[in-house]
């Protein structure tokens, strides 16, 4: 990678290092992660799967975790609460996933780095692959451990985050953590009683 493209790559990095998720900030959380934090425990919790789900490519795997919000850097953090479709959400993470990632990779010598970050994105959109899957149930995953986290620390109430993901988690391990993760919300809340 050339200079320029170090610097470019770290300007991107940095408005997700800052760039507070959308959906703690209108929960009220005094002090959001970022959408960097975000990605950081995805790809940390990734590499912990290594023999633990039969076919998947952890390396693919991490790298899907660290580019799956990538355009966030360009749109922002859109969240269900944006009163923004579906569709709307995909084209504009699109546009700035591919703005965001040809403008990285025009300084990368291989150029196929680039575009196969685009591809990963696009594969986790799609939700398609085995790699795809189970990058959304670590998005999934991190957001209720985070919600629980946050309800300890600052005693608030992020019971939508729980329901929203009952029946999120259909691949182990994530059944057992998510069913691990709620038995000891539960034992919290009964002790904060």
């Excluded at 320029?4 to 992660?33: C, F």
């Excluded at 749109?75 to 965001?100: F, Q, R, W």
């Excluded at 010598?109 to 939700?127: C, D, L, S």
Aim: glycine share 4%; net charge negative.
């Amino acid at each position: 990678m050339t200079v320029n493209g170090v610097m470019e790559l770290l300007s991107a990095l940095d408005s997700l290092k800052h760039l507070k998720r959308t959906g703690w900030i209108k929960m009220g959380v005094p002090e959001p992660e970022t959408v960097a934090c975000h990605m950081y425990r995805m790809a940390v919790l990734a590499m912990s799967l290594e023999g633990q789900i039969e076919g998947l490519d952890v390396g693919r795997t991490v790298t899907m975790s660290l580019v799956h919000d990538l355009a966030e850097a360009i749109v922002g953090d859109i969240t269900p609460y944006c009163s923004i479709s579906t569709e709307e959400k995909h084209d504009l993470e699109n546009k700035a996933c591919t703005i965001a990632i040809h403008k990285i990779a025009a300084y990368v010598p291989m150029a196929a780095v680039g575009e196969q970050w685009i591809e990963q994105w696009k594969e986790y959109e799609a939700q398609e692959t085995l790699e795809a899957k189970v990058v959304k149930h670590l998005d999934k995953f991190d957001m209720v451990a985070q919600a629980f986290e946050y309800e300890r620390k600052y005693g608030l109430d992020l019971e939508q985050f729980f329901e929203s993901t009952k029946t999120a988690f259909t691949i182990a391990p994530f059944v057992e953590w998510d069913r691990e993760l709620r038995i000891r919300r539960d034992l919290w809340l009964q002790r904060k009683q």
